[in-house]
């Protein structure tokens, strides 16, 4: 253990150079380069924080720190981040703590992006040439070789060295980010959550919370409008068009106009132009400038950023041509069975809350997936799609069926599962086509399998089946059809109880029930059906 008052370490710092070359200018940013000083010998860390007191490289100063043994240093580098050089002596507690700690810090903390300089007062004792090869060092150091302008260069060299790792490692943690988030925002379906999910993975590249901003160039206002917002700027998620006295917007403005990301501290806007002619702008305001690899990190995001937007649009509209369809399927059966009014429509908001009951109460039924919630409202409506096929003289019979003209009507079940069945056949994947020939066919099966038209009995029927077997007959017993008068609202709900188990899924029926307890219909009006 060195002795501090051992004469030949007394003047291992020679002051060579009043100037240090380093001193600070005015600060670019908060941020200071964290220096860990780890020696037993208090007057060593006297002399080193004298000597690096006015150091500053690009304009960022250094925050000391200081540890007075091996194992001390070990807990600060453990629990401490960002720490870019450490000064490490080797005899403190042992004749070797430094060089163990030197092989802890890159085997046990994993840490192999700080700069670790060696210095010793007894150069025998760990010679540099074995040390240099055997331990991941990037500097030895006798103290007595370590004057003030020494020490300078030997810190401005490892900061330097300590910075090109960092932007490294941040360039490789930013595209590892730029292809997840990328691949995310694919999955995104609304405009606002895909927004929103960009600022995200602008701030994930950044490494800070950047407060953001995400305009579109509208085409009616031919200003910016605000399509999402973090931060201190949420507040504009609520506003359609950017405020004209808004800070942001003559940057946001200048981007626009000149077509090209705008870099001025503190205000940074990122310019994406799309192949389909859409022009949007992420303005965010992280705390310190924005470095050269991060600016780069940005552009190639944009690019990324500019595929994704276009790919959500031509989705979206494939997806509002898709809806338009199973409306126009709907309106092609209701347009023929008059008395059924609002019917679908209410059928397609209860299966729809039924299906988000049932997964919040925790029903176990691997058929209740995001799809499924996503899909069943609007595939609902198309369950009686197939009576296009059913004769009006049966359709329209204002009164009880007799036993040929039911199992006529009974036909429109297989019908509309074949007709939608195809359909869904030309769409890859799941659509609301699948679900509404799901639901068209097995609408009235029953739960214990005395329904038609195939007897399917329990979970053997699809899930978005059972759900709008139980809504449909709800909502058609309490109004009126061409064959009965609505029934009253108690005697629908004890029907429905009764059946459970026996006609109706259980689970389906304690979901109708939980909603009707805290909202129930509204009752029934003069021009109601």
């Not at 050089?85 to 802890?104: H, K, P, Q, S, W």
């Not at 760990?126 to 006798?142: F, L, S, T």
């Not at 064959?483 to 009764?498: L, N, Q, S």
Request: proline share 5%; with cysteine; net charge negative.
């Amino acid at each position: 253990m060195t002795d501090p008052t051992d004469a030949s370490d007394d003047n291992w710092l020679l002051d060579e150079d009043d100037e240090s070359g380093g001193a600070s200018t005015a600060a670019l940013d908060q941020r200071l380069w964290r220096v860990l000083i780890v020696d037993d010998d208090v007057d060593v860390h006297a002399v080193t924080r004298l000597a690096l007191r006015n150091v500053a490289f690009k304009g960022r100063e250094l925050e000391l720190f200081s540890a007075y043994s091996g194992a001390e240093g070990y807990r600060i580098l453990r629990d401490t981040p960002d720490i870019a050089l450490v000064l490490l002596d080797v005899v403190m507690e042992t004749d070797d703590a430094g060089l163990i700690l030197a092989r802890r810090i890159r085997e046990e903390l994993n840490n192999q992006i700080v700069r670790v300089v060696l210095r010793t007062g007894q150069p025998g004792q760990a010679p540099e040439q074995r040390v240099i090869i055997e331990y991941d060092i990037n500097d030895y150091k006798a103290k007595t070789e370590l004057t003030t302008q020494k020490l300078f260069t030997t810190v401005i060299s490892a900061l330097r060295a300590y910075e090109s790792l960092m932007m490294l490692e941040r360039s490789r943690i930013g595209l590892g980010k730029i292809l997840a988030g990328a691949t995310n925002l694919y999955q995104i379906h609304s405009l606002r959550e895909f927004a929103s999910g960009v600022l995200n993975q602008v701030s994930a590249i950044l490494d800070v919370g950047a407060d953001g901003v995400l305009c579109v160039m509208s085409a009616v206002t031919g200003g910016p409008t605000v399509v999402a917002a973090t931060g201190s700027y949420t507040s504009l998620a609520d506003s359609e068009a950017l405020p004209p006295d808004h800070p942001l917007m003559p940057a946001i403005a200048k981007a626009f106009r000149e077509r090209q990301s705008q870099f001025e501290h503190p205000v940074n806007v990122l310019y994406i132009h799309t192949q389909e002619e859409r022009q949007l702008c992420i303005s965010v305001t992280p705390p310190w400038p924005l470095a050269p690899i991060q600016r780069d990190l940005l552009e190639v995001f944009c690019q990324r950023i500019a595929a994704a937007f276009d790919n959500l649009y031509m989705f979206g509209q494939l997806r509002k041509a898709q809806e338009a369809t199973v409306v126009a399927l709907a309106d092609l059966a209701e347009f023929r069975d008059h008395g059924t009014g609002g019917h679908v429509r209410r059928v397609q908001d209860m299966s729809t809350r039924i299906a988000q009951r049932m997964k919040q109460g925790g029903v176990d039924d691997p058929a209740l997936t995001p799809q499924l919630l996503e899909m069943i409202g609007l595939a609902s409506i198309l369950h009686d799609v197939g009576k296009v096929s059913t004769p009006d003289q049966v359709l329209l019979k204002p009164a009880a069926h007799t036993p040929e003209e039911r199992r006529v009507m009974q036909t429109h079940a297989e019908i509309g599962r074949s007709i939608l069945e195809r359909a869904a056949s030309m769409v890859d994947g799941v659509s609301y086509l699948t679900y509404g020939a799901q639901i068209a066919g097995a609408h009235h099966e029953h739960f214990d399998g005395g329904g038609y038209p195939e007897g399917l009995n329990g979970r053997a029927i699809p899930l978005a089946a059972r759900i709008v077997a139980v809504v449909d007959v709800f909502d058609a017993l309490l109004h009126r059809r061409p064959y009965k008068e609505p029934w009253p609202y108690p005697d629908v709900v004890a029907y429905i109880a009764e059946r459970s188990g026996s006609q109706f899924d259980p689970e389906v029926v304690t979901a109708l029930l939980d909603i009707i307890r805290t909202s129930p219909p509204a009752p029934l009006g003069a021009d109601d059906d």
